[in-house]
């Protein structure tokens, strides 16, 4: 929104330093656990599945709207 771009870029740069260890946690965890880089691969997949089915959940077309732009046709 309008007059809260600090706030929100803020945000979004804590969320993206503080769990930047996740992903290496992860793999490192797995591959220890099985000794098999694939599966280590597959738990780093795992963040990106789950990060597509929460960006599939917020409203795109509002989000537009509340920044101050016109919305396309289609989206």
Do not use: C, H
């Not at 599939?56 to 289609?74: D, E, Q, S, T």
């Amino acid at each position: 929104p309008k007059g809260k771009e600090a706030e929100y870029f803020g945000f979004y740069e804590i969320s993206d330093k503080g769990t930047s260890w996740l992903g290496p946690l992860a793999f490192a965890l797995v591959f220890q656990l099985t000794n098999s880089y694939r599966v280590g691969i597959v738990s780093v997949l795992l963040f990106f599945v789950i990060g597509f089915f929460l960006l599939l959940a917020v409203p795109m077309r509002r989000a537009i709207i509340a920044a101050g732009n016109n919305p396309p046709a289609k989206l």
